[in-house]
């Protein structure tokens, strides 16, 4: 169901492209219109050939076997646009189908498995590769840390040493300024 809202949109739609092709929809009647005079000229130029080809002809049979070969030609023509009619449905299926194919085998072609799985096993790879460097990073962090965590230790360690010979020092220093 359509709101009403749509159906604006819908009709001033409509009249949007009926001022705009007006004139072309204008000139194509015309043209069938002018078609459609030429073609019942032709009609009755055909008639009238015809009912003088009857008209002169004197022999009956000729004009049986005359009207006899119209009647076949006319149901041949029949026969053959009938085909025809069936051959264009045909087609049109055939094309509808086959864009229906094409379609599938397109979204088909979207997830192809092999290529899938062969980008599945480059990105395991390529994963499996990051993974060994985040360990070796991780391992070569770990170590530096341990390394650090053993440089500060040290460190403090002769800060301590440093701190216990500076007041020895001032010691001696004092000493020796008292026996001068």
Known sequence: MLTTKNL???IELEERLRAEYQEQLDAK???IESGKKENEEQKATIARQLEQISSLSTEA???KRVAQQNRELHQRCENLKEEIETQKKRLKT???DLADERAEVKTLKQF???KMKKNLD???KKLAEKTAANDLLQKSLSK???E???LQRQVQELETKLAEFEPSEEVAVEAEEAAA
């Open 8 to 10: 604006e949109k819908l």
């Open 29 to 31: 009647s015309a043209e």
């Open 61 to 63: 049979s000729a004009n």
């Open 94 to 96: 055939l094309q509808k």
């Open 112 to 114: 192809d498995p092999a």
């Open 122 to 124: 480059a990105n395991k």
């Open 144 to 146: 530096t840390k341990t």
């Open 148 to 150: 650090k965590a053993e």
